[in-house]
């Protein structure tokens, strides 16, 4: 097998492994690309621990986990604009373009897909 070919196949498993961690926990794809991951991680620990843990009837622990959840929202725009800001220009190129690449017909089904 050509070094070519081993590195594709070792991409794809790393790809596949980071894809299926994601599915299992899928809250861990905030962290990614995020400044503020540490801040968020320790947003979600105090949120699942009251949810767990406090009477969720109460007016105070509703309150409460409502500006948890707004800080959470906050770390997480914030954590992701300065994640870009510090990325290299492609990344920042990309993202400002956005979607491209080449259309083509699906005649069985036709759709357009990318």
């Known amino acids: 097998m050509s070094n070519r070919r081993l590195y594709d196949i070792e991409q794809d498993k790393i790809q596949l492994l980071s894809q299926k961690w994601a599915a299992k926990k899928p809250i861990f794809a905030d962290y990614a690309c995020n400044a503020f991951a540490n801040q968020l991680a320790n947003l979600d620990i105090a949120i699942e621990t009251i949810e767990k843990t ?17 800080a959470r929202l906050q770390f997480l725009t914030k954590g992701a604009a300065l994640w870009i800001m510090h990325s290299n220009e492609i990344t920042q190129l990309g993202l400002k373009v956005g979607v491209t690449g080449i259309r083509t017909f699906n005649a069985k089904s036709g759709t357009d897909e990318i």
Request: glycine share 6%; no cysteine; hydrophobic share 35%.
């Open 54 to 70: 406090e009477d969720l009837t109460s007016q105070e622990t509703q309150e409460l986990l409502g500006l948890l959840k707004v």
